[in-house]
C-alpha cells in the first residue's frame, strides 16, 4: 500500500527553490505566502510540482490547492494517486459571495472535494455550507496562538494584518476559541478532518471525541512555523484518532513521511 500523506499544498513545490530560514512566527509566514502568491509565475508552480510528484511517486496524497486556477496545473493535480482538495478563503461575506460562485464551478468540473482554509479566513456562512456539500470536510484549525486570540477577539498581529490588507469587511470574531467555534458552527462530525489543532484545551479536545471529528497533524510544520508543538497526550487521553502529514514545502523540508514519523516520535519521547 502506498504511504498516505494527509495533508500537504503541492503548489507550494516552489519553495524548494527558496532559502526558507525558520519563523519568527505564523503572521510572519502568513506575509510571505501571501506576498508569493503575487511573485511567482505559474511556469515554476508547474515545473516544481511536476517534479515533486516523479519524486513521490509512491505517495498517496490529500492535496490542497488554493491560490491557483491555472487549468494546466488542476490537470496536472487530477491523477489517481491524489485526493484534491479546492479550497476557500474569503472572510468577509459579500466577497465570500462573489467569490464561491466560480469557486464551485472550477471544483465540480475538476471534481476536486470542497474544504475551507481555516477559521480565521472563511465566513461561517461559508464554513457550513463548504461542510455541508462535501463528503469529507477539512480545515485547519488551531495552529497558532495568533489564530486562538484572533478569534477571541484581540486586536493582534493577525488583526492588523487582515485589517490592512482589507479582508476583515464585515467578520466579527466568534470570541470563542477555534474548535469551541467550529462545534457551535456544527461543523464537526465523522467527516471532519483538522489540521493542525496545537492549541486546544482540554475542553476542545473533548469536543473532537464527541463529535468524531478527527486531527491531521504536521509536527514539523508547527516547529518551522514556529507555532508549538501538538498536545500528543490530550490526543492520547481522548483517544482522538490522529493521521500524519508533512505540510507543504513553504513550511518543511520535504514531504516524506519517515522523517515526519521519526521527527513526532523525537518530540513525545524527548518532550521538547
Ligand atoms: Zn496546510
Redesign the pocket.
Known sequence: MKPINY???LEFSYFKYLNRPREKDFVSWLKKIISFKFLVKDELRILSIKKILKEYKDYYFWN?QTFTENEKILKILKRPNIKNFFEFIGLDENIAKLRFEKYIKIAKKYNFYLSAHAPYSVNPKYIKLIYKNTPIFKI?AAESKEEVDFLLGKKNSMYELFKNIGVLGNFTPPEKRPIEYLYELGVLSPKTYL?HCVHITEKEAYLIKKTGAKVIL?PR?NYYLNVGKPPFDLFKKYNIPIFLGT??LASNDDLNLYNEKKFSKKLIKDKL
Do not use: L
Open positions: 495533508h500537504t499544498h490542497i485547519h489540521v504536521c510544520s505540510d507543504s
